[in-house]
């Protein structure tokens, strides 16, 4: 009984990282320390949403009021925008 069990255990793949791991990744890229991509090499992070999830969650920065990351149209843009409608 407890070898068919085990035959029907599969190993978790997510990892869970202590509060203060967390904590110590969102002050470094808080602080301009480091990048993203260099936090998860250097704790191992599989996932740059994960790092992301806990800069929403634990970081200072206020997600509601961010400005998207679209250029602004230049004035040739615009006034062929104009013309065109």
């Known amino acids: 009984m ?6 029907l ?3 978790r793949t997510q990892k869970d ?4 791991l967390k904590l110590q990744i969102v002050k470094e890229v808080e602080f301009g320390e480091s ?3 260099h ?3 250097k704790y191992g992070i599989k996932s ?6 806990w800069l929403r969650t ?7 009021y961010q400005r998207p990351y679209t250029m602004e149209k230049t ?7 104009l013309e065109t409608s």
């Open 48 to 53: 740059h949403a994960t790092v992301l999830n």
């Open 35 to 37: 990048l993203i991509t």
């Open 39 to 41: 936090c998860r090499q």
């Open 17 to 20: 990282y202590s509060l203060s």
């Open 2 to 7: 407890e070898e068919q069990l085990k035959s």
């Open 9 to 11: 255990y599969i190993k």
């Open 58 to 64: 634990y970081g200072n920065f206020d997600w509601d």
């Open 75 to 81: 004035p040739e843009q615009r006034i062929m925008e």
